[in-house]
């Protein structure tokens, strides 16, 4: 991949916009450790405790785009994208388990160990729409962290007001998981002779990907909806 050519600023992107999807569970905890410090020590912790999760995950990142070379892992890399890009349309997101800290150094040791700890899906998607070239990590990373950080208040009322955003992360995140399995050394031998087959199967995961997350949600629907009628609010 040539530097600065149309394919480069197409992955660059394509990082960008995966970690913004993924990365709003990670802005919410952040914003939880920290509530409550007091205001003039809330930004330090928050500065410091995402310049360490910024730091550990490129590293992260980086060893995971050097495994994507041995053989198989980037198939098994792509099955478990399958399973986040899923995961982001069916999953409700829970974070009240984690702690708030009324300390500036504590804060920060909690966003950086629950941004490694929420940030696995992250660390695949990020190395598999690189396509293992590391510069793209380093500089799509340190692009898109901060903004989610800065801006994730804003992204979630996004999120909220145009649920459509979740479908096309969520589409986003299951071509590059078929792309990374189409492009696996065992496999990739089969998928140039057919190009037709290489396409269709990355359509086929896409639409796969969106309807069953469009499936799972709707479930979750009728369930909050029966658990409405069965107990009404009492006035």
Known sequence: MEFFSATFFFSLINIIFIDLILAGDNAIVIGMAARKLPKTVQKKAILYGTAGAILLRIAATLVVVWLLGIPWLLAVGGLMLI?????????EGDHDSVEAKDSLWPAVRTIVIADAAMGLDNVIAVAGASGQHTILVIIGLLIS????????TLFIKLLGMFPWIAYVGAA???????????????FIG?????????????ALVMAGVLFAGYRTKQKHREKEEEKRRSHPATR
């Open 83 to 91: 399973f986040i890009a899923y995961k982001v349309l069916a999953d």
């Open 172 to 186: 986003v995140l299951a071509y590059t998981a078929a792309h990374m399995i189409t492009e696996e050394p065992h």
């Open 190 to 202: 089969f998928f140039e002779d057919n190009p037709i087959l290489r396409y269709l199967f990355i």
């Open 145 to 152: 962290v901060p903004i989610v950080v800065w801006g994730s």
